[in-house]
């Protein structure tokens, strides 16, 4: 009953920018963090950056300076900002939160993905 929807992603040159958003949708009571992780071509998935429902951020030492993670509350979504993209960017990139969901007859908190979206920094 809660969705994770990643957009943004595409192919890019070296050197440019991209930014990727991810909405939450359905039962939600409330969201504590959200993230991005990556997973590039034969290599395990890794963490990107991840932002706090107080907008605490933290980022992979690779893309600190580059990358730039912010969430809008009123929304339900996250956005990451890439810039100064390089090869080594280039994977599936994967939207996570810890969300509450519930109704009045029910609350469960779970850890929710996106299904991903491609990334890809070719000349």
């Known amino acids: 009953q809660v969705q994770l929807v990643e957009s943004g992603g595409g192919l890019v040159q070296p050197g440019g920018s991209l930014r990727l958003s991810c909405a939450a949708s359905?039962?939600?009571?409330?969201?504590?963090?959200m993230g991005w992780n990556r997973q590039a071509p034969g290599k395990e998935r890794e963490l990107v950056a991840t932002?706090?429902?107080?907008?605490?951020?933290n980022y992979a030492d690779s893309v600190k300076g580059r990358f730039t993670i912010s969430r809008d509350n009123a929304k339900n979504t996250v956005y990451l900002q890439m810039n100064s993209l390089k090869p080594e960017d280039t994977a599936v990139y994967y939207c996570n939160a810890a969300i509450t969901s519930g109704s009045s007859t029910y609350v469960r908190g779970m850890h929710y993905w996106g299904k991903g979206t491609l990334v890809t920094v070719s000349s």
């Open positions: 932002v706090t429902s107080i907008g605490s951020t």
């Open positions: 359905g039962s939600i009571v409330s969201i504590n963090a």
